[in-house]
C-alpha cells in the first residue's frame, strides 16, 4: 500500500511517463512531511521547478528524465536561515576580542560603503550559506545599497529576504549615516515591497524588514505593521537582544518591550522576532498566545555573551508550539546554519545539566520548517513534499564524515556531518552547487575580489588594533 502523499505507478507497459526535470534516486531522504518519514531508498522527482513525486524508489514512476544515482546519500529540505546580515562579510575575520572592539568593526562594514562593497558581501554571503545548505535567508533589513545586495544574491541564485537599513531614531557612530526620518523610512519600506514583490516565482521578494530593538519610533512601528497586513507579507525585526533595551522600554513606556509591541498591536502570525534574549515569562506568554514567531541565534549570542543560552527559554518555548526558527545574524559568526542547530541542541543541555532538552528533530524542524512559517513560506519551502519548491540539499557520500550511514541519518546531520559533507545544493530544481563547485558564475573571481577588499580593510583599521599576537611578514 502506498504511503501519504505517494504515487503507485502503473504496470509496465502502461504506465505514461511522468513529466520530469530531474530524477533523484536511491537516496536517504528527510522528508519533514507531516509523518517525518524518512525514506531509506528514496526517490525524488522534480518537474517545472517543484517536486512532483516523493517515495520509495521501489514505487518510483517512470520518466524520461536523466536520473542521478545517489548511492545511498542524505537528502533534507533546504535550510532556512531566518536571520542574515549579507553587509557585514568582508570584515568578518577581522576578529573583535572584547566587546569594546566591535563598534570599530562596524564602522569599517558600513560607513562610506558603495554599491560594489555591499554586493560582493551579499555574493559571499551567499556562497557561504549555499555551500553549507542554506537555501533561504531573510534579513531584518542591513543592505545600504537594496540593489546591490540582490545583485549579489540573484548571482548565487539562492532564495532571499533583503531590505533597506531602517532607522528613524538619531543615532551617532556607524548607524548615523543610515538614520533617516520616519516618512523617508516607510518610503524605504514601500519601495523594497514595490520592487521585489512577495510572488512565489520571485527568489528574491521583500517583507517589512526593520532594525527594532528601539531604533524605531512607535509610528514607524504602527505603520509598518499596517503595511505588512496590506501587502500581506512578514514583519521581521530584531527584538530584547540586550538588557539595555528592556531599561529603555521600561523608562520611556513602563513596560517590558515585547508588551509594549503588544499594546501596539505588532504581536501575531505575520510577526517574526530576532534574538528574543531579554524576555520575561508574561512576555513568552504573549508571544504563544498571539503566534509571534521567534528566530534564536545561538552563535551570535555565545559570540557576544548576551545571554540567549543562559537565560533564554528556547526549549520551552519550542515545547509549547512557539515556532522558533534559527538564524546564524552577522559578523559573529559564519552562515553555517548546521553550526546554528548543533549549538542549539548541545549547549542547553550542557548549561541546565539536562538530558536532552532540544533533540535533533526538533533543531533540524527549526532548521526547515519553523523557518519557512516564520518567513511566511511554510506553502512552499521547509520540507520534500509533492508541490513544494525543489530546494534540496545532498550530502557526500565520499568523506570519513559520511560514514557510517545508518537508515536514520538525523543524529548524524546534526551532530556529527552538518556542513562538511554538503555536496549539491538544488533550489526551484536548478543546481547552484554541484559536487563543491557553484555553477552559475566563477567563484575565483568573488575569491579574488574578497582577497582586495580585506587589505583594503585591513589597511583601514590597522593590525594594531585588531591582533593580539606580533605579525611577522
Excluded at 504506465?15 to 522528508?31: F, M, S
Excluded at 519600506?189 to 532594525?211: E, G, H, K, S
Excluded at 545544493?425 to 543546481?431: H, L, Q, S, T, W
Aim: charged share 25%; aromatic share 4%.
Amino acid at each position: 500500500m502506498a504511503e501519504p502523499g505517494e504515487s503507485v505507478p502503473q504496470p509496465s507497459g502502461t504506465a505514461r511517463p511522468l513529466p520530469a526535470d530531474l530524477v533523484l534516486r536511491h537516496g536517504r531522504v528527510i522528508t519533514m512531511d507531516p509523518q517525518r518519514r524518512i525514506l531509506t531508498d528514496g526517490t525524488v522527482v522534480v518537474h517545472g521547478g517543484r517536486i512532483s513525486w516523493v517515495g520509495p524508489d521501489r514505487l518510483r514512476p517512470p520518466t524520461n528524465a536523466a536520473e542521478r544515482d545517489l548511492r545511498g546519500a542524505v537528502v533534507h529540505p533546504g535550510l532556512i536561515d531566518a536571520h542574515v546580515h549579507t553587509g557585514t562579510e568582508t570584515v568578518r575575520g577581522l576578529s573583535p576580542k572584547g566587546a569594546g572592539d566591535w563598534d570599530t568593526v562596524e564602522e569599517v562594514a558600513f560607513r562610506g560603503k558603495t554599491p560594489l562593497d555591499e554586493e560582493l558581501a551579499a555574493t559571499l554571503s551567499a556562497m557561504d550559506m549555499v555551500s553549507s545548505g542554506t537555501t533561504l535567508f531573510a534579513d531584518t533589513g542591513g543592505s545600504v545599497h537594496l540593489e546591490a545586495t540582490a545583485r549579489g544574491i540573484a548571482r548565487v541564485g539562492m532564495r532571499g529576504i533583503p531590505g533597506h537599513f531602517i532607522v528613524d531614531v538619531p543615532q551617532d557612530g556607524a548607524l548615523a549615516e543610515v538614520t533617516a526620518d520616519t516618512e523617508t523610512c516607510l518610503a524605504r519600506l514601500r519601495d523594497q515591497l514595490d520592487r521585489y514583490p512577495w510572488q512565489p516565482t520571485a527568489r528574491i521578494r521583500a517583507a517589512v524588514t526593520l532594525v527594532g530593538m528601539g531604533l524605531n519610533s512607535d509610528a514607524l512601528l504602527r505603520a509598518a505593521g499596517q503595511l505588512a497586513d496590506d501587502r500581506g507579507v512578514p514583519l521581521i525585526m530584531h527584538q530584547s537582544w540586550s538588557r539595555a533595551e528592556v531599561d529603555a522600554s521600561l523608562a520611556a513606556h513602563g513596560v517590558r518591550p515585547v508588551a509594549h509591541l503588544h499594546d501596539l498591536g505588532l504581536l501575531g502570525p505575520r510577526t517574526t522576532l530576532v534574538h528574543m534574549i531579554q524576555t520575561d515569562d508574561s512576555e513568552r506568554d504573549l508571544v504563544r498566545r498571539s503566534g509571534t514567531n521567534l528566530v534564536h541565534c545561538p552563535s551570535a549570542s555565545l559570540r557576544r555573551a548576551k545571554g540567549a543560552l543562559r537565560e533564554g527559554q528556547f526549549p520551552e518555548l519550542v515545547a509549547a508550539g512557539v515556532t522558533v526558527a534559527l538564524g546564524s545574524d552577522g559578523l559573529s559568526g559564519p552562515r553555517d546554519l548546521p553550526r546554528q542547530a548543533y549549538l542549539a541542541a548541545m549547549v542547553f543541555r550542557e548549561l541546565r545539566d539536562e538530558l536532552p532538552t532540544l533533540t535533533a528533530e526538533q533543531v533540524l524542524e527549526m532548521s526547515t520548517l519553523h523557518g519557512a512559517r516564520a518567513l511566511g513560506m511554510s506553502d512552499e519551502v521547509g520540507s520534500i513534499e509533492v508541490g513544494k519548491r525543489a530546494d534540496l540539499v545532498i550530502h557526500s557520500t565520499h568523506h570519513p564524515q559520511s560514514l557510517p550511514a545508518f537508515d536514520d541519518p538525523v543524529d548524524w546531520l546534526i551532530f556529527y556531518a552538518g556542513a562538511r559533507t554538503v555536496d549539491t545544493v538544488v533550489v526551484d530544481g536548478e543546481i547552484l552547487y554541484d559536487r563543491g563547485r557553484f555553477t552559475r558564475f566563477d567563484a575565483d573571481e568573488i575569491r579574488a575580489a574578497v582577497a582586495d577588499q580585506a587589505r583594503r580593510h585591513e589597511g583601514a583599521i590597522g593590525p594594531d588594533r585588531y591582533a593580539h599576537w606580533p605579525l611577522i611578514r
